[in-house]
């Protein structure tokens, strides 16, 4: 199973950006899926997560400006990004945990994507 980021980029403070995760391989089912960042000088944090049941958490800096979705048809996790700001900057990856075809339990990660929100 392999997860691929992607839609991370350079943004002016108050815009959006919207990230994609899609999870590919021998999937069976995928349980909860996730946004995390990492700050320079910083540890890792969850920003959202979704269940598989579509119930979601975020982060309390991000409540109200982020959104994530996932269409469990294609394997995939968005998250939109609205009124970034430049505390926002990190690199952000995707995580997701399921079953693979054979009914090995699995947890990945995505490569990490930038985004960068500065004017």
């Known amino acids: 199973v392999q997860l691929q980021a992607s839609g991370g980029g350079l943004v002016q403070p108050g815009g959006s950006l919207r990230l994609s995760c899609a999870a590919s391989?021998?999937?069976?089912?995928?349980?909860?899926m996730g946004w995390y960042r990492q700050a320079p000088g910083k540890q890792r944090e969850l920003v959202a997560r979704?269940?598989?049941?579509?119930?979601?958490n975020y982060t309390d800096s991000v409540k109200g400006r982020f959104a994530i979705s996932r269409d469990n048809a294609k394997n995939t996790v968005y998250l939109q990004m609205n009124s970034l700001k430049p505390e926002d900057t990190a690199v952000y990856y995707c995580?997701?945990?399921?079953?693979?075809?054979?009914?090995?339990?699995?947890?990945?990660w995505g490569q990490g994507t930038l985004v960068t929100v500065s004017s």
């Open positions: 995580n997701a945990g399921g079953f693979t075809g054979w009914g090995a339990k699995f947890d990945k």
């Open positions: 391989g021998s999937i069976f089912s995928i349980n909860a």
């Open positions: 979704v269940t598989s049941g579509s119930s979601t």
